[in-house]
């Protein structure tokens, strides 16, 4: 069943290729498709397009609808065309004609829209909820270990006294800047397009401000034309925030292969969260680091694909925006999967102490001793030649006590001050707001 199809059926070839994997991916977005659904009706009923009665029925079938979702009991039947057409089909399998009136003043491209701007929001949420607790683990591990220092690399050539503080702390601190931008993409998906139907409105005297408030929008896309070119742009932005997550987690994963790594040798984990090999058998692998690096690493290209994929489309809508769904939709829950096993590994990780104590690190003191030399009165470029000097003619000594007070430096973390941004973001997302509005619809 088409809601589109009149008299002549498409042919099976050109229904097979234009369906695709569309079935799938709606079904992904079958809740939203009925929350949508919800809103209309009593929009419908209030611009005098349905009756007390038929929105009562509506609105009990829907619910029914919306149980079997939420119960994993719904499916797109064999030859339905995509989650709208069977959420229809099921209205106009129980309640007749009724059934039949819930698609007045609306296009499937709105509703399409909708759906798709109801689930960006619920992943956006879950992706939020999912980075509080591993922000906190960041926390919690740069606290723990502030104390242990490990060398710092710049061209991956030793620098300068790092410490573990520090490097759990300046990942705790990029979460805070992903969630930003994971802000920034809220904002452009809390709109709602419902209303804009085919992309140029409606005769039909609809209340667009009403449908916001029912599903919880924080405000309209108010022109019907930018509605619809906000799809592959709504998706894009999302892409973006995500690939920031992933590029903060690809680059501590990258870290903790390095770390682990014999001749670097700082950290370790028990023998469970690591791998074996077949042939050699002191192996112990970073597997999931190497997994979420590279997982991360694809996600980080979805921005450049959803450009590409929506290249040179003029306004109005375009079958090609169907594909987006491959694309995106399963990267939430790769993308949650590797919050959630970074979790595992840096909750249970093991920081080797004193790394420092080995004479191979005695260069990373060199800034030390130079600052030593100006705090005695010494010009910093006497004092830098002075200290260069002893290194190359054998003569260096150094000291391994490290003596940082400034703000954001090894002896002062300021992972309160980090802590508070974090609540700070979060709380602009303003979810039990948005929770309460869909509530409504079913009291």
């Given at each position: 069943m088409k809601l589109w199809q009149?008299?002549?059926p498409a042919l099976q070839e050109v229904d097979r290729f234009t369906v695709g994997r569309?079935?799938?991916?709606?079904?992904?977005?079958?809740?939203?498709?009925?929350?949508?659904?919800?809103?209309?009706?009593?929009?419908?009923?209030?611009?005098?397009?349905?009756?007390?009665?038929?929105?009562?029925?509506?609105?009990?079938?829907?619910?029914?609808?919306?149980?079997?979702v939420v119960a994993g009991d719904f499916r797109i039947e064999e030859g339905v065309e995509d989650v709208h057409s069977q959420v229809e089909f099921l209205l106009t399998r129980e309640l007749g004609d009724t059934g039949k009136k819930i698609h007045s003043a609306r296009s499937r491209n709105d509703q399409v829209l909708v759906d798709l701007k109801l689930f960006l929001r619920d992943e956006l949420q879950g992706l939020a909820e999912a980075i509080i607790p591993f922000f906190g683990l960041l926390q919690k591990q740069s606290e723990a270990f502030k104390g242990d220092?490990?060398?710092?690399?710049?061209?991956?050539?030793?620098?300068?006294?790092?410490?573990?503080?520090?490097?759990?702390?300046?990942?705790?601190?990029?979460?805070?800047?992903?969630?930003?931008?994971?802000?920034?993409?809220?904002?452009?998906?809390?709109?709602?397009?419902?209303?804009?139907?085919?992309?140029?409105?409606?005769?039909f005297p609809v209340n667009r401000t009403r449908t916001t408030q029912l599903l919880g929008f924080a405000d309209l896309n108010y022109n019907v034309v930018y509605a619809q070119m906000g799809r592959g742009k709504a998706e894009r932005v999302v892409a973006m925030a995500m690939a920031n997550i992933a590029d903060t987690l690809a680059k501590l994963s990258m870290d903790a292969c390095l770390f682990l790594n014999q001749n670097f040798g700082?950290?370790?984990?028990?023998?469970?969260?690591?791998?074996?090999?077949?042939?050699?058998?002191?192996?112990?692998?970073?597997?999931?680091?190497?997994?979420?690096?590279?997982?991360?690493?694809?996600?980080?290209?979805?921005?450049?694909?959803?450009?590409?994929m929506t290249t040179n489309l003029p306004s109005g809508y375009h079958r090609d925006l169907q594909l987006?769904?491959?694309?995106?939709?399963?990267?939430?829950?790769?993308?949650?999967?590797?919050?959630?096993?970074?979790?595992?590994?840096?909750?249970?990780?093991?920081?080797?102490?004193?790394?420092?104590?080995?004479e191979k690190y005695r260069y990373l003191f060199s800034v030390e001793e130079v600052n030593k030399l100006v705090l005695a009165g010494v010009p910093f470029r006497d004092a830098y030649k002075t200290v260069g000097l002893a290194i190359e003619d054998g003569s260096y000594t150094y000291d391994t006590t490290v003596h940082h007070t400034h703000e954001g430096s090894i002896g002062n973390l300021c992972n309160g001050a980090i802590a508070g941004a974090m609540d700070q973001v979060f709380s602009r997302f303003n979810f039990n707001k948005t929770n309460a509005a869909l509530e409504q619809l079913f009291r």
């Open positions: 009149k008299n002549t569309d079935r799938e991916f709606d079904t992904m977005m079958a809740r939203q498709d009925v929350l949508g659904n919800m809103a209309h009706a009593i929009m419908l009923s209030e611009i005098g397009l349905l009756t007390r009665d038929e929105l009562k029925d509506l609105l009990g079938a829907l619910k029914k609808i919306h149980a079997r220092l490990l060398p710092g690399y710049t061209h991956l050539q030793l620098a300068m006294p790092s410490s573990f503080g520090l490097w759990f702390g300046a990942y705790a601190e990029s979460l805070v800047d992903d969630m930003l931008l994971l802000h920034a993409a809220y904002e452009v998906v809390n709109k709602n397009p419902l209303g804009s139907a085919a992309g140029y409105g409606s005769s700082f950290i370790s984990f028990p023998a469970e969260l690591t791998t074996g090999s077949s042939i050699m058998p002191h192996k112990k692998n970073p597997d999931v680091f190497e997994l979420i690096r590279s997982h991360c690493n694809r996600i980080k290209a979805l921005p450049n694909e959803i450009m590409l987006l769904k491959e694309h995106l939709f399963p990267a939430f829950g790769v993308l949650k999967d590797c919050i959630s096993m970074a979790s595992l590994m840096l909750d249970n990780i093991r920081v080797n102490k004193d790394i420092l104590a080995d």
